[in-house]
């Protein structure tokens, strides 16, 4: 069964913008808070940001002031508003529960910030 379902990846120029989306089942949806990770090549799956069942939001330092966060709690959907892309947020994309659970894991969507 599959639990969540990331889109809205692909390719942008540096300075440009993602949103990028993912739909989550309702049984984990509803009981935890939820990140988006990312997996840059060659290096190890890291969190980017996260976001409680109400809303309140953390952020990494290497994207403050640069990328937003939210959720729909009635469309079960979590978001993630990319601006200003540098080629350094290159990498695979995840959304996930925060902290993660191994069988949430899905396949990701690919952003590559290039000129």
């Known amino acids: 069964q599959v639990q969540v379902v990331e889109s809205g990846g692909g390719l942008v120029q540096p300075g440009g913008s993602l949103r990028l989306s993912c739909a989550a089942t309702?049984?984990?949806?509803?009981?935890?808070?939820m990140g988006w990770f990312r997996q840059p090549p060659g290096k190890q799956r890291e969190l980017v940001a996260e976001i409680t069942g109400d809303g309140v939001t953390n952020y990494q330092d290497f994207v403050k002031g640069r990328f937003t966060i939210s959720r729909d709690n009635v469309k079960k959907m979590v978001y993630l508003q990319m601006n200003s892309l540098k080629p350094e947020d290159t990498a695979v994309y995840y959304c996930?529960?925060?902290?993660?659970?191994?069988?949430?894991w899905g396949q990701g969507t690919q952003v590559t910030v290039s000129s």
């Open positions: 996930n529960t925060e902290p993660p659970l191994k069988k949430y």
């Open positions: 309702s049984s984990i949806f509803s009981f935890y808070a």
